[in-house]
């Protein structure tokens, strides 16, 4: 003779049964988002340093073959990178009080600095060259704004950025990084970081070849190494490094 479960019994038997698997659903679930959570930001990381490193490569190639100085805008305040192109040979200056090497002025407080330079330094006005946003895959300008902006991944940020022709690191304003025709670019060191960490583990750093526009992506926070002596970019091995 079998048995009868009282029915009050086979409820809350069921009863618990569906809580144990709401449990279990939930676990699972919180463990998911935990685990992407952690992610995400260091796969926004990695895609906002190849974009980068795309940028450098759209950059370099034309350069080379339209035979124009370009440069990359990396913006702090935006978050953003974009291409722009001059229609005068540029030769870059160390020591520039803007910024901008020796280009025409593109911000208020670049526009000061050069300002202030002239005033402490008098000679004869040379033309500078000006550099304007270029569509290429993307970048360009439309109606006064910045239509072809690249903003970095959500979150993402630019850390500090050093090329060839700073004697420090740029980490506020704008920085720029300059192509020349015939294939030729500034050493550099652009690091990109997660929000406003200042944990090694939490930057990215890509260096810039000047020879060949090589772009390595490397972790944590990487400076510019500094030539010795009197030495250029072109003479000296280009390892990508």
């Keep these: 003779m079998v048995a009868r479960i009282p029915r009050r019994h086979l409820q809350r038997a069921l009863t618990l049964v569906e809580v144990l698997v709401v449990c279990a659903l939930i676990a699972v679930m919180t463990v998911a988002v935990v685990a992407g959570t952690n992610q995400l930001p260091g796969a926004r990381l990695k895609r906002s340093a190849t974009m980068i490193a795309s940028a450098t490569k759209v950059a370099f190639s034309r350069a080379t073959a339209t035979s124009r100085s370009l440069r990359i805008v990396l913006d702090f305040e935006q978050n953003a990178i974009w291409l722009e192109e001059s229609d005068a040979p540029m030769l870059v200056q ?27 330094v008098q000679g004869p006005a040379v033309p500078k060259p000006k550099f304007h946003p270029i569509e290429a895959l993307g970048f360009g300008e439309q109606e006064g704004t910045i239509k072809g902006a690249k903003a970095l991944q959500r979150g993402i940020k630019f850390r500090e950025v ?10 506020k304003g704008r920085a720029y990084l300059y192509f020349w025709p015939g294939g030729l670019t500034e050493r550099a060191s652009i690091q990109l970081r997660i929000g406003d960490s200042t944990e090694d583990s939490s930057t990215l750093t890509l260096i810039v070849s000047p020879l060949t526009g090589k772009v390595t992506i490397k972790g944590g926070p990487v400076a510019l190494k500094k030539l010795a002596g009197d030495q250029s970019d072109s003479e000296r091995e280009d390892t990508g490094f």
């Design 94 to 120: 160390s020591k520039d009080l803007t910024g901008a090497a020796g280009a025409d002025p593109s911000t208020e407080a670049e526009r000061q600095a050069l300002a202030e330079g002239t005033r402490v």
């Design 162 to 171: 050093q090329t060839g022709h700073d004697d420090d690191p740029v980490s």
